[in-house]
């Protein structure tokens, strides 16, 4: 696959983490306060309008727990989100995505459960599956995404941004590194990339390791 490089003045350029669509927990619920779940789904749902046809999305991980029968029902509103693309990193709540993922795998003809095929695109809707790990560019700047946070990412010395989800907000921000948590905790909406470029550009690029050397 070519690498993804965007420029910013081109689209509105978005990220988002941890809907946990359905998803009753009061670990959940409370912090977001939401009442039930179908008050998170409705408020998620009219945030999620904000995000234009035009617009790119980068989808960081777990759409999608505890939905039941509905898991997929959900999962598939969000693969159909009106956007020009919507590219999706495996997070470790993967219920009703990763049905659909299968259906992509076995509708081009790959059966074995051991292989995986990136990027792999759902037919007729803008999503794309780009697996665990990518590494993209906008604006001319490396952004290396993931679901889980990084102590260390390629090009930390020389400016690049990690932008993760996962730990809902719960992880202390180390404010000399360029990474970003940008679960739904965080605005309860999706971030758009001028807000993380406000919020990570005045850190320093200090790797916490030996590659701040070799710049």
């Known amino acids: 696959m070519k690498k993804i490089s965007l420029k910013s003045i081109d689209q509105k350029i978005w990220f988002v983490s941890d809907l946990h669509l359905g998803h ?6 409370g912090p977001r306060n939401y009442q039930n779940v179908n008050e998170a789904y409705s408020h998620t749902h009219e945030m999620l309008k904000m ?10 991980g777990d759409v999608v727990i505890g939905a039941g029968a509905n898991s997929m029902e959900y999962a598939k509103r969000i693969v159909h989100l009106p ?5 999706f990193i495996w997070g470790n709540h993967n219920a ?13 003809g790959l059966l074995a459960d051991n292989i995986e095929i990136y990027p792999l695109s759902y037919p007729n809707s803008p999503f794309t599956f780009l697996g665990h790990y990518a590494e993209i560019s906008i604006d001319g700047r490396v952004v290396v995404l993931t679901h889980y946070p990084i ?4 090009h930390i010395s020389k400016g690049a941004y990690h932008i993760h989800g996962h730990c809902h907000r719960n992880l202390k921000e180390d404010t000399t590194l360029r990474r970003l948590d ?13 807000e993380i470029v406000r919020e990570l550009s005045p850190r320093s690029a200090v790797a916490p390791d030996h590659h701040g050397k070799d710049a």
Do not use: T
Request: proline share 6%; net charge negative.
């Open 151 to 154: 102590a260390s990412w390629n």
């Open 83 to 87: 956007c020009k693309h919507q590219y």
């Open 182 to 194: 940008v679960g739904w905790e965080w605005m309860k909406r999706p971030v758009e990339w001028n």
């Open 24 to 29: 009753d927990k009061p670990f959940i619920l």
């Open 51 to 60: 995000i234009g046809p035009n617009d790119i999305v980068f989808n960081l």
């Open 96 to 108: 009703g995505i990763h049905q659909l993922y299968d259906d992509c795998r076995k509708d081009i």
